[in-house]
């Protein structure tokens, strides 16, 4: 008895994180976890169905997959909280704008510029920038961490960064705007999974667990509860897309 449990969130996230879930879900569900780390989109592209079981990724495919195939899938009622003091103890995050040149202090400045992003699925590294496009040069890196480093390298201007991303990034760039704040990367579960019942209690229960200590290594505080609502209507990115 197995699931597959994907996430699209490194390597920008820690894949340890991922991997401490993973255990979390054998231990308590009483079955076997096929991790997958999928790096080189934030998620299903726009009409790609999930076939994993478990899966995290970013906003806009959960948007997607919820237009396109409510009846199959079904959000996790409960997402990480992670250690910003901007996220308010909520399970959010922001888009931190980053530059090296101090010749552009806001969008204001940009005029043909190149602007570094991870992938077509991100929030905040593609969609926020939406309505600058027209004043910018794209240039896909592959991820967060790459578009720091192509701005850090003078090889891109400005990228547009996930601030939880930034918790586990050391780096020199200048922050010069922030759009945010966002409803935290969802988990989304296939209503086909036999075992989604107890998964979604596992995930109910983390905060009694031991399991949260060794998040909290990893900046996660807590997770917190969520529904369609908090990230459909609350925190809406239904405009970006």
């Not at 909520?90 to 931190?96: A, M, Q, V």
């Not at 699925?121 to 192509?150: A, Q, T, V």
């Not at 990367?185 to 009694?208: G, S, T, Y």
């Amino acid at each position: 008895m197995s699931i597959n449990f994907k996430t699209y969130l490194t390597p920008s996230i820690p894949k340890e994180i991922f991997e401490i879930l993973s255990k979390y879900i054998e231990d308590e569900c009483n079955i076997k976890v096929n991790l997958i780390l999928e790096t080189t989109s934030s998620g299903p592209k726009k009409g790609e169905t999930m076939t994993e079981d478990l899966s995290f990724m970013c906003s806009p495919p959960y948007y997607w997959l919820n237009d396109t195939y409510p009846d199959t899938i079904e959000l996790l009622p409960t997402a990480p909280v992670f250690d910003d003091p901007r996220n308010n103890n909520e399970p959010l995050y922001f888009s931190d704008i980053l530059v090296k040149d101090d010749r552009i202090k806001s969008l204001d400045d940009l005029n043909g510029d190149k602007w570094a992003y991870n992938d077509t699925e991100s929030l905040s590294g593609y969609f926020c920038i939406k309505n600058h496009m027209d004043k910018i040069n794209m240039i896909c890196s592959g991820s967060h961490l790459n578009s720091i480093e192509m701005v850090s390298n003078n090889q891109a201007d400005i990228t547009c960064i996930d601030s939880n991303v930034l918790l586990f990034s050391k780096h020199n760039l200048k922050l010069v705007g922030t759009f945010g704040p966002h409803p935290v990367q969802p988990c989304i579960i296939n209503k086909n999974c036999k075992f989604k019942d107890k998964i979604v209690r596992a995930f109910e229960e983390i905060n009694n667990n031991d399991v949260i200590e060794k998040l909290k290594k990893y900046k996660i505080n807590k997770f917190s509860k969520v529904d369609k609502e908090f990230y459909l209507e609350k925190y809406t990115i239904r405009d970006l897309l």
